[in-house]
C-alpha cells in the first residue's frame, strides 16, 4: 500500500513537471510558433474551445501566425479571444484569415513574459505540493485503519518530502532557463 501511495505520488508530480514544460515552450523569446495559441479559448456554440480546433493555425513567416477559422462566423469571436489573451498579441483580420504578428520584444514586454513563466511555475509548485498533501493524507489514513505502523509512515512521509523537494528543485531549474532564454537579446 505504502509503495503505490509513492509511486502514484511521484507519477502526479512528474505529469505536473511535464505540464509545465509544455505551458513554458508556448511562451515565446521572440519568434512565432503556431503551437503559442494552443491554450487561447473561443466560445463555440456555448462551450469553450480550443483556437486549434475551430480554426487552422499555422505560421506565415517567422513573424506570423495565420489563423483561418473553419466556419465564418467564428472570424470575430476567435480574433476577440486571441486579443483578450494574456499574450499581447494584436490580430489583424483580412477576409477570412487572421494574421497575427509578433511584436518585436521590447525589454518591458521580456519582463511580462518572465512574470507569466513565474506564474506558471509557482502554479506548478502548488500542483506539487497538492500532490505531497494527498500523498500524506492516504499515508495518515493507512494508520487510521491500522495497516501500518506510524513509523512507516514517518518514513514514507520522508520519502514523499524528499520527492517533492526534487519536483521544485526541477521546476526551479526550468524556470531559470526559460528566463535566461527570455532575457537573452
Not at 5 to 34: F, P, Y
Not at 135 to 141: F, R
Amino acid at each position: 500500500m505504502v509503495e503505490e501511495i509513492k509511486k502514484s505520488a511521484e507519477q502526479k508530480m512528474q505529469k505536473s513537471l511535464e505540464s509545465l514544460r509544455a505551458d513554458l515552450a508556448k511562451v515565446r523569446t521572440g519568434r512565432a510558433h503556431a503551437g503559442l495559441l494552443d491554450h487561447v479559448m473561443v466560445e463555440y456554440y456555448g462551450s469553450y474551445v480550443a483556437v486549434n480546433q475551430v480554426a487552422n493555425v499555422n505560421l506565415g513567416d517567422a513573424r506570423t501566425i495565420n489563423v483561418q477559422p473553419y466556419e465564418k462566423n467564428m472570424i470575430a469571436k476567435v480574433e476577440k479571444a486571441i486579443r483578450d489573451s494574456d499574450l499581447g498579441l494584436n490580430p489583424a483580420t483580412n477576409g477570412d484569415l487572421i494574421r497575427v504578428p509578433m511584436p518585436m520584444l521590447t525589454e518591458e514586454r521580456r519582463r511580462d513574459l518572465t512574470k507569466i513563466v513565474r506564474t506558471e511555475g509557482e502554479g506548478a509548485k502548488v500542483a506539487i505540493r497538492n500532490v505531497r498533501r494527498d500523498a500524506n493524507d492516504a499515508l495518515k489514513k493507512l494508520v487510521k485503519d491500522k495497516t501500518i505502523s506510524e513509523d512507516d509512515e514517518h518514513r514514507a512521509q520522508d520519502e514523499v518530502q524528499k520527492m517533492t523537494d526534487k519536483a521544485v528543485a526541477e521546476v526551479d531549474k526550468l524556470l531559470q532557463q526559460k528566463e535566461t532564454d527570455l532575457m537573452a537579446v
